[in-house]
């Protein structure tokens, strides 16, 4: 595959993604300025000795690539205005990981046989977080250890939230919701005790141990 199509590729991969997930996002440009990167800086890899670090003849570039015995690209590692970024490809030329450090943060993209993003794994200011997807793309599952409070979120195959678990500093609680998003039930443990809301498809609650 040509860079020029695997550039189309990821244009193509950018639209569906670009509502998503800002980070996957961010590393998907990552990926297409590594794919132009070395073209321009090709001829700028030398030797010279590390001062300072006792590394013998290390090698200076701003992207390197590997291919395979068929000359087809592998791996590349490159440097781009968003930050350092390793790219992975298997031998049918699918994008297969992305590691990236960002200014916002380091983060991991995993990607399944046909190239669609199926994990997404970031550590930023506000925490860390990782985040699923099924193979239509969905977004299926997320995981996040924030500052306030972690949070597991889960959703349908129509990328709608149904289920909500999280911990705060009064107590844990878990949301469940239907396919509407008003309907559903939501419990808690607090120190004043235990409730329990639900709540009918116009979302309206008709039953409620809160008083």
């Known amino acids: 595959m040509t860079i020029e199509k ?8 950018l639209g569906r993604v670009k509502r998503r997930n800002r980070w996957l996002l961010v590393a998907l440009f990552l990926v297409a300025g590594g794919m132009i990167a070395p073209r ?11 001062q300072g670090a006792g590394i013998a003849n290390p090698i200076r570039t701003r992207s390197l ?17 968003y930050g350092p970024g390793l790219s992975l490809w298997d031998e ?15 983060g991991l993209s995993l990607a399944d046989e046909n190239g669609g993003f199926r994990a ?3 550590v930023l200011k506000t925490g860390p977080s990782l985040s699923l997807s099924d193979e239509n793309g969905t977004y299926r599952a997320g995981l996040a250890a924030f500052k306030d409070a972690p949070r597991l979120s889960l959703y349908d195959e129509n990328g709608k939230p149904r289920a909500e678990m999280t911990v705060i500093k009064e107590g844990p609680g878990l949301s469940l919701s239907d396919e509407s998003g008003k309907g559903g039930a ?6 004043g005790g235990p409730s329990l809301v639900l709540l009918n498809k ?3 609650v008709i039953w409620s141990t809160i008083k």
Request: hydrophobic share 45%; aromatic share 4%.
């Open 186 to 191: 939501g419990l808690a443990v607090f120190k």
């Open 65 to 81: 690539i590997l291919e395979d015995e068929k000359g087809k690209i592998r791996a590349m590692l490159a440097l781009t205005r």
């Open 92 to 106: 049918n030329g699918k994008t297969r990981a992305v590691l990236a450090a960002f200014k916002d943060g380091p």
């Open 202 to 204: 116009s979302g309206n």
């Open 120 to 122: 997404v794994l970031t």
């Open 6 to 13: 695997r550039l189309e590729n990821i244009e193509r991969e």
């Open 40 to 50: 321009l800086f090709e001829a700028t890899a030398m030797r010279a000795q590390a």
